[in-house]
């Protein structure tokens, strides 16, 4: 693991940006490595605000299900950098091993020739190399950030593009207009080629509706083409030619539905649809590390008080707000907990939209530093911003400190729900610390 970090941190310096969206420095090494994008195995191409990774874990999970070697490429990694390849096998899919991705590595650095390439764009391009050399049935490929100019879009005929929710996030690379925004994810559409999209906001839709017209690419829209509900605690699936009843997805989350309906709409447009056993396995076996994950045993769920219900989301922007508010509002009707909020967010994010729909719901949050980032806002002013969504806030310099701080100072039967969210440098640092990370 040594070697494979040693690496990983040489590649960071290959250049002065972290981002830097472009296709021409990708497809330069593409062709070095005698172009690995031209022999993948057949493509499913995932773009999106939120739900991305959710709608991966599902897709993955019901390939699987039905016998097919599915590789995954995913971003960014929560613990170790070998979560964001994951290799098909006999046994179901394994992340990347440390020998085999050291390897990939360094051929991809040595036919780079050390010219300028940004760190995202070099791993992908050695995850590209590892999946045109390994035999697997089908590639979920998760874009990085945006679609159009993302390291990702040298695919040119993807089974099927898929857009989940899009909303506004990363303005500073994509726009600053949820139109702009849509406009850099329809990026990933290709001619004639199915394209699924998760229910979008009327501009959004305007959006996708003008791309697919112009590249004569089929859409299927949710709420429009396909849908689906909650009813009666089921999944109810339906589109122009069929209706499923499924279980609820092991995912907790209303916005699941979404993600698991966008998964079934994309293997049926694909032409993988094998039957509603697919579909059932997906929803029952689907697992995607801090996303509204229940922390139950560990490091950090021994430092809270006895009893409390700990949550771990890496969500951070107002939608993901909005959605984890609503879970909490479902929990709180359920079974009654003082709600508290453990937070810490990047300077990059809108803290205050993302805070404002737990106004009401929380009792009192704690603001952390964000470790592993450059970019983290400092607790105090994170505080600040908390007051101003309208949430009585107070800055601490660690998760370990807020959980010591709630065990001290606060009296309260039955113990406790903590939601620890804001970023998913802090999620990745909670497991971590927690000794839980993702396999």
Same mark, same amino acid.
């Given at each position: 693991?040594?070697?494979?970090?040693?690496?990983?941190?040489?590649?960071?310096?290959?250049?002065?940006?972290?981002?830097?969206? +472009?296709?021409?420095? =990708?497809?330069?090494?593409?062709?070095?490595?005698?172009?690995?994008?031209?022999?993948?195995?057949?493509?499913?191409?995932?773009?999106?605000?939120?739900? /991305?990774?959710?709608?991966?874990?599902?897709?993955?999970?019901?390939?699987?299900?039905?016998? /097919?070697?599915?590789?995954?490429?995913?971003?960014?990694?929560?613990?170790?950098?070998?979560?964001?390849?994951?290799?098909?096998?006999?046994?179901?899919?394994?992340?990347?091993?440390?020998?085999?991705?050291?390897?990939?590595?360094?051929?991809?650095?040595?036919?780079?020739?050390?010219?300028?390439?940004?760190?995202?764009?070099? !791993?992908?391009?050695?995850? =590209?190399?590892?999946?045109?050399?390994?035999?697997?049935?089908?590639?979920?490929?998760? &874009?990085?950030?945006?679609?159009?100019?993302?390291?990702?879009?040298?695919?040119?005929?993807?089974?099927? +593009?898929?857009?989940?929710?899009?909303?506004?996030?990363?303005?500073?690379?994509?726009?600053?207009?949820?139109?702009?925004?849509?406009?850099?994810?329809?990026?990933?559409?290709?001619?004639?080629?199915?394209?699924?999209?998760?229910?979008?906001?009327?501009?959004?839709?305007?959006?996708?509706?003008?791309?697919?017209?112009?590249?004569?690419?089929?859409?299927?829209?949710?709420?429009?083409?396909?849908?689906?509900?909650?009813?009666?605690?089921?999944?109810?699936?339906?589109?122009?030619?069929?209706?499923?009843?499924?279980?609820?997805?092991?995912?907790?989350?209303?916005?699941?539905?979404?993600?698991?309906?966008?998964?079934?709409?994309?293997?049926?447009?694909?032409?993988?649809?094998?039957?509603?056993?697919?579909?059932?396995?997906?929803?029952?076996?689907?697992?995607?590390?801090?996303?509204?994950?229940?922390? !139950?045993?560990?490091?950090?769920?021994?430092?809270? =008080?006895?009893?409390?219900?700990?949550?771990?989301?890496?969500?951070?922007?107002?939608?993901?707000?909005?959605?984890?508010?609503?879970?909490?509002?479902?929990?709180?009707?359920?079974?009654?907990?003082?709600?508290?909020?453990?937070?810490?967010?990047?300077?990059?994010?809108?803290?205050?939209?993302?805070?404002?729909?737990?106004?009401?719901?929380?009792?009192?949050?704690? &603001?952390?530093?964000?470790?592993?980032?450059?970019?983290?806002?400092?607790?105090?002013?994170?505080?600040? =911003?908390?007051?101003?969504?309208?949430?009585?806030?107070?800055?601490?310099? +660690?998760?370990? &400190?807020?959980?010591?701080?709630?065990?001290? +100072?606060?009296?309260?039967?039955?113990?406790?729900?903590?939601?620890?969210?804001?970023?998913?440098?802090?999620?990745?640092?909670?497991?971590?610390?927690?000794?839980?990370?993702?396999?």
């Amino acid at each position: 693991m040594d070697h494979t970090n040693a690496i990983l941190e040489r590649l960071l310096t290959l250049h002065p940006k972290v981002i830097d969206l +472009s296709l021409e420095r =990708m497809e330069r090494l593409l062709a070095a490595l005698d172009h690995p994008e031209r022999r993948l195995p057949p493509t499913i191409h995932i773009a999106g605000t939120n739900g /991305k990774g959710s709608t991966t874990a599902f897709l993955r999970a019901a390939l699987e299900a039905t016998g /097919k070697g599915v590789h995954v490429y995913t971003s960014p990694h929560l613990v170790n950098f070998n979560e964001r390849i994951r290799l098909a096998g006999p046994d179901g899919g394994q992340l990347v091993d440390d020998e085999t991705l050291t390897d990939a590595l360094e051929r991809t650095e040595r036919a780079n020739a050390g010219e300028p390439i940004t760190f995202f764009e070099v !791993t992908t391009a050695a995850a =590209m190399l590892l999946f045109s050399e390994r035999p697997a049935d089908v590639l979920v490929l998760e &874009t990085g950030l945006g679609g159009r100019l993302d390291a990702t879009n040298v695919v040119d005929a993807p089974l099927v +593009s898929v857009l989940t929710p899009i909303g506004l996030d990363h303005q500073r690379f994509l726009g600053d207009t949820i139109e702009a925004i849509a406009g850099e994810k329809a990026g990933i559409i290709k001619p004639s080629r199915p394209v699924v999209s998760s229910p979008q906001i009327d501009p959004v839709t305007a959006v996708l509706e003008r791309a697919t017209a112009r590249a004569r690419a089929p859409l299927y829209l949710g709420g429009q083409d396909w849908s689906v509900i909650e009813e009666h605690g089921r999944l109810v699936y339906q589109d122009e030619t069929a209706l499923f009843d499924l279980p609820a997805p092991r995912l907790p989350g209303r916005h699941q539905f979404v993600n698991a309906g966008t998964a079934i709409a994309a293997l049926r447009a694909a032409g993988l649809w094998e039957g509603l056993h697919q579909a059932e396995r997906a929803l029952e076996t689907a697992d995607w590390p801090a996303r509204l994950q229940r922390l !139950t045993r560990g490091r950090i769920v021994d430092a809270a =008080m006895p009893g409390a219900e700990i949550w771990l989301d890496g969500g951070h922007n107002p939608d993901a707000g909005e959605a984890l508010a609503a879970h909490m509002a479902d929990l709180e009707d359920r079974v009654s907990r003082p709600l508290f909020l453990i937070t810490g967010m990047l300077s990059t994010k809108d803290a205050v939209g993302f805070l404002q729909p737990f106004a009401g719901l929380v009792r009192h949050a704690f &603001t952390v530093p964000v470790f592993g980032s450059e970019v983290g806002v400092e607790p105090g002013p994170l505080a600040d =911003m908390a007051e101003a969504a309208g949430i009585s806030a107070e800055p601490v310099s +660690s998760v370990k &400190t807020a959980l010591r701080l709630l065990s001290e +100072s606060w009296r309260f039967e039955p113990p406790p729900r903590i939601l620890i969210c804001g970023s998913l440098y802090l999620a990745g640092d909670v497991l971590s610390q927690n000794g839980t990370p993702p396999t």
